[in-house]
């Protein structure tokens, strides 16, 4: 799977953050709103994504802390 969206075929996934375990990303398309939990590697960049996610979710519970 590439990021393109299989929804639309417009737009490119974001990944938005990690699954209720931490074992699976989330991603959206920003164009249609087409969103899924998948696999460490279900983009097939070799696991990299899980790297991105993680990083997304930190900033994301850096931001919530921040605002309560």
């Known amino acids: 799977m590439s990021r393109r969206c299989p929804e639309c075929h417009k737009g490119q996934l974001l990944i938005t953050g990690l699954g209720d375990?931490?074992?699976t990303i989330l991603v959206e398309c920003p164009v249609c709103g087409y969103d899924a939990e998948l696999e460490p590697d279900g983009l097939g960049?070799?696991?990299?994504?899980?790297?991105?996610?993680?990083?997304?979710?930190q900033?994301?519970?850096?931001?919530?802390d921040e605002n309560r």
Do not use: H, T, W
């Open 45 to 57: 960049e070799g696991g990299l994504e899980l790297v991105e996610a993680f990083e997304v979710e």
């Open 21 to 23: 375990y931490e074992d």
């Open 59 to 64: 900033r994301n519970r850096e931001m919530y």
